[in-house]
Antibody
Framework: EVQLVESGGGLVEPGGSLRLSCAGS????????MNWVRQAPGKGLEWVGR??????????DYAAPVKGRFTISRDDSKNTLYLQMNSLKPEDTAVYFC???????????WGQGTLVTVSS | QSALTQPASVSGSPGQSITISCTGT?????????VSWYQQHPGKAPKLMIY???NRPSGVSNRFSGSKSGNTASLTISGLQSEDEADYYC??????????FGGGTKLTVL
């Protein structure tokens, strides 16, 4: 069974940084493409970005609101996905989900999410 | 880029069928067959119900089906059940190599 467990959320001041982690199990992590998706309180889903597996180059794609501020990376030896978030803004406040990618873009399996609150 | 357009709410009685539409543009829904649909119950993580317009992941009921015509995709739920009451989101990749979601549709089972 695929399991994804996010961690690292919390309260951070505007302009600050935070790194989220996502531990995967139950699948071959190194072969998996991965997404981050977020959901602001009471709002809809918003795609954050995608990281391909290293075998196909390990390249990333990002949503416009986070491009240049957020970085997605992976440590396949630890079966862990990361989301480094810099220059955080109040509008980045959301629950952040990591997901596996199915068929290039769809988010197949989801973690339970971790809450990030950006506030002074 | 604006979100895909979904109705804010739909409703139906048990046993009925409902359809949720998702309208985009030639740069997203109309460009590729990479439309997916997600179900989200309150306080839970979303669940993938349909991918690549009409494919069901293993374990998803065949009461759920997807289709697309031009810039509009649709999710149909047949034989409506109380447990289908949830929020539903459509999603598409774009010609900019990004992903865009719809605003979500609240399904009420009367």
């Amino acid at each position: 069974e695929v399991q994804l467990v996010e961690s690292g959320g919390g309260l951070v001041e505007p302009g600050g940084s935070l790194r989220l982690s996502c531990a995967g199990s139950g699948f071959t992590f190194s072969n998996a493409w991965m997404n981050w998706v977020r959901q602001a309180p009471g709002k809809g889903l918003e795609w954050v970005g995608r990281l391909k597996s290293k075998v196909v180059g390990g390249t990333t794609d990002y949503a416009a609101p986070v491009k240049g501020r957020f970085t997605i990376s992976r440590d396949d030896s630890k079966n862990t996905l990361y989301l480094q978030m810099n220059s955080l803004k109040p509008e980045d406040t959301a629950v952040y989900f990591c997901t596996t990618v199915l068929s290039f873009w769809a988010s197949g399996s989801w973690g339970q999410g971790t809450l990030v609150t950006v506030s002074s | 880029q604006s979100a895909l357009t979904q109705p804010a709410s739909v409703s139906g009685s048990p046993g009925q069928s409902i359809t949720i539409s998702c309208t985009g543009t030639n740069s997203d829904v109309g460009a590729y067959d990479y439309v997916s649909w997600y179900q989200q119950h309150p306080g839970k993580a979303p669940k993938l119900m349909i991918y690549d317009v009409s494919n069901r992941p293993s374990g998803v009921s065949n009461r759920f089906s997807g289709s697309k015509s031009g810039n509009t995709a649709s999710l149909t739920i047949s034989g409506l059940q109380s447990e289908d009451e949830a929020d539903y989101y459509c999603c598409s990749c774009t010609t900019s190599n990004t992903v865009i979601f719809g605003g979500g549709t609240k399904l009420t089972v009367l």
